[in-house]
């Protein structure tokens, strides 16, 4: 005897398609276009949550980022646009000369700047043939568009922290390009 009710596999799909869409947290039908559900949480003298839209009303800026990972991959270049980390360490209350920015994502990672690496400076930078060359100017945005897009989950969005240039023939080092970023907080030294 056949088993009864047996749940079409058809149907089966869409159920476990609409639960991987929830998981992922893209907004239904009820949310407005356009609007990401993805807050950073920023600290400091006090703490505050800045939804994804906030950000994006946050005066912006541009540039070229080319990041290359440990195992000697690289990526890019690529226009990404963002929010100064500088203007969000602003926000948290400014920053002393002894103070550190922690930066880490949903996935624990964490990396911790001093204020030389927020003005850009102590930077590891390298030419296409991955020979080191003396840092140009180098700022560290919170991007959340590449390319014009926003910025794919798949490659560190909806925020991603990246070290932007002037010019599209620099190199960083990928470790600081914190994916999916979801708090910044600065600790008093
Ligand atoms: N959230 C998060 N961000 C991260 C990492 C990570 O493990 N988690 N790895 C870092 C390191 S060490 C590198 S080299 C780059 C790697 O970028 P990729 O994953 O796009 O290759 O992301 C950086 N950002
Ligand atoms: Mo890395």
Known sequence: MSPVHRTPPILLALVLIGGATLASGCPGPAAAAGDVAWNLTLAGDTEQVLTHSGIQALPD?????????????KYGPNRYRG????????MAGGIGEDDLIYVSAEDGYLWVFDTTQLRGEEFFTFDENLHEIPAPALRVILA??????????EDGGPL??????ETPDVITEGSPWVKWVDRVEVRRG
């Open 83 to 90: 929010v100064l980390l500088t203007d969000l360490v602003e």
């Open 144 to 153: 959340y568009e590449r390319d014009g897009m926003p910025l794919a989950y």
């Open 160 to 165: 991603r922290l990246v070290v932007i240039t």
């Open 61 to 73: 800026v541009e540039g070229y980022g080319y990041s290359v990972s440990t195992v000697g991959i």
